[in-house]
């Protein structure tokens, strides 16, 4: 069955580093998420691609973070410089595209701490 | 932008009852609504899903009813069991244009043995 791979699983970092998360979708799905999840809370949207043009970006902090999805498929998040409150999950999920099907899938996640 | 509100937070309930989860959406052009659960340490996972044109829609022991009118839906699970422990998330999709799916706040459910 396909999945959506995220690696790393696990990330330790300290305040003021760089840090990246890397995504690949399920073959062929246009639509690719990058969301934040802080324990207890629901995932919040931080930028959305559609095959390699971003299409909504108003929730990521674009002063620290930045994402692409060059040939629109694997897609990077990355954050200069992190801070303590970036601690979360990094989930990444893709779907098949407007008016292909809607269920989005996940990936294992990304659980950033930075100290 | 829209919006998705949760109701409870958290609930429990005892083994064998029911439990229902609300959600109220904002944006009239959403128009797929999917559930999902989320287990600890685990990625969320779709349990059920309904389109706009629909008003409930049934898998075993989970139905989920859309409200149109009042821009609301719900997650009922019967008879509900200690692997139904959980933390489930409603979103709404806006499925023209481009694609948006945003999510409540989540409910962590917790069954009683």
């Known amino acids: 069955e396909a999945e959506v791979a995220q690696s790393p699983r696990y990330k330790i970092t300290e305040k003021s580093q760089a840090v990246a998360f890397w995504c690949d979708p399920i073959s062929g799905h246009a639509t690719l998420y990058w969301y934040r999840q802080i324990l207890g809370q629901g995932p919040e949207l931080l930028v959305q691609f559609q095959d390699e043009s971003v299409v909504d970006d108003s929730q990521l902090p674009k002063d620290r973070f930045s994402a692409e999805r060059l040939k629109g498929v694997d897609s990077t998040l990355k954050i200069q410089p992190a801070e303590l409150g970036d601690s979360a999950m990094y989930l990444c999920?893709?779907?098949?595209?407007?008016?292909?099907?809607?269920?989005?899938?996940f990936g294992q996640g990304t659980r950033l701490t930075v100290v | 932008g829209e919006n998705v509100e949760q109701h409870p937070s958290t609930l429990s309930v005892q083994e064998g009852d029911s439990a229902v989860i609300k959600c109220t959406y904002s944006?009239?052009?959403?128009?797929?609504f999917p559930w999902y659960k989320q287990e600890l340490g685990k990625r969320p996972q779709l349990i059920i899903d309904i389109r706009s044109n629909v008003g409930e829609k049934k898998d075993q022991r989970i139905a989920v009813t859309l409200n149109k009118t009042a821009k609301h839906f719900s997650l009922h699970i019967t008879e509900t069991q200690p692997e139904d422990s959980a933390v489930y998330f409603c979103a709404a999709l806006r499925n023209f244009g481009n694609e948006k799916l945003t999510f409540g706040t989540g409910t962590r459910l917790t069954i009683i043995p």
């Open positions: 999920a893709s779907s098949p595209g407007t008016g292909k099907g809607t269920e989005a899938f």
């Open positions: 944006d009239s052009a959403s128009n797929y």
